[in-house]
């Protein structure tokens, strides 16, 4: 016999780094992914039934491997109450391993369904807390749970976060390559150590970027996205990245970088300009034989909110 209470959670993607920021920064953008949960009598947590639609569908498992479920253990084990199993059903628009934050959303899903069920116990700052320890770095999660512009960082074991709000004018043109790139293989070109020129460098674009947000122009952007962190580094893996950068930048885009570890290309660009930026940056994929999809997106202010669902 099924417990009539449904649960429902919203959550956007994010693009993190954001160039210059490594694993500190992040934003979160105007595409949703959904995650309802409906709890079974008789049903553990680890044999809940999922039913995927849109990106994903087919792929994504149950059981232990699963990242929501994962978050959904790790709040009750936190909270100290059990956490039935169920019926989930997930409404995925966030591409999978494209570095847009697909993980991300689900640990952020899985952690706010549960403290539902649990009576909303903890507070976001608690919840970030358990799910940066699931992910291992707050650059994604941060924005996926407050939204806006993100600054992150671990001290003392717990997350230090601040946020801003986007200017309303910017748009995100993102382009997504029709292969994946995970971030155990991004993060393993990067060197082990750097160059004090490299260091200083990265930190004087760092400075522009938060210029660029809080004086709210993006002629500053391009200034602030010259990573020589991880950018250099990850960029030969990405086919037809650069011609896509480079086209970005022919067409007017405030500045344009790698989406998290990628490989999905994200320009920064005013709104007159945003549909041609994203053709532009098609285009450059396609010279090297790579199909990909752009989407223009807003920036998301308010990160991962409940749905609100007539329950009976």
Not at 134 to 144: I, M, Q, S, T
Not at 244 to 254: P, S, W
């Amino acid at each position: 016999m099924k417990i009539n209470r449904k649960y429902g959670v919203r959550v956007p993607a994010t693009t993190a780094n954001i160039g210059s920021g490594f694993d500190t920064l992040g934003m979160a953008l105007g595409l949703y992914n959904e995650a309802y949960f409906t709890p079974v009598n008789g049903l553990s947590l680890m044999e809940s039934r999922i039913d995927v639609q849109g990106e994903g569908a087919g792929k994504i498992k149950s059981g232990i491997d699963n990242m929501i479920l994962q978050a959904m253990q790790a709040v009750s084990k936190k909270i100290g109450k059990a956490v039935p199993g169920g019926e989930l059903e997930l409404i995925n628009r966030i591409p999978l391993a494209r570095g847009m934050g697909s993980s991300s959303a689900a640990l952020v899903s899985g952690a706010y369904l549960a403290n539902q069920l649990c009576g909303n116990v903890l507070n976001k700052h608690e919840i970030l807390n358990i799910v940066t320890e699931l992910e291992g770095h707050p650059d994604n999660v941060a924005p996926a749970m407050f939204g806006g512009f993100c600054l992150s960082v671990i001290k003392n074991k717990s997350v230090l976060m601040e946020q801003l709000k986007i200017p309303d004018t910017w748009k995100a043109v993102v382009a997504v390559p029709d292969f994946e790139l995970r971030t155990e293989d991004a993060r393993r070109v990067l060197p082990d150590t750097y160059s004090r020129e490299d260091s200083v460098q990265n930190i004087g674009a760092v400075s522009f970027l938060m210029a660029a947000i809080m004086m709210r122009k993006g002629e500053l952007l391009k200034a602030g996205l010259a990573d020589r962190i991880h950018v250099p580094y990850r960029l030969p893996l990405i086919s037809g990245a650069e011609e896509a950068m480079k086209n970005a930048d022919k067409k007017g885009c405030y500045g344009v970088t790698i989406s998290g570890s990628g490989p999905t290309i994200i320009a920064f660009s005013p709104k007159e300009k945003a549909y041609e930026i994203g053709v532009a940056m098609a285009d450059g994929f396609k010279l090297h034989h790579v199909e990909s999809k752009f989407m223009v997106l807003d920036f998301d202010q308010e990160g991962g909110q409940p749905i609100q669902l007539d329950n009976y």
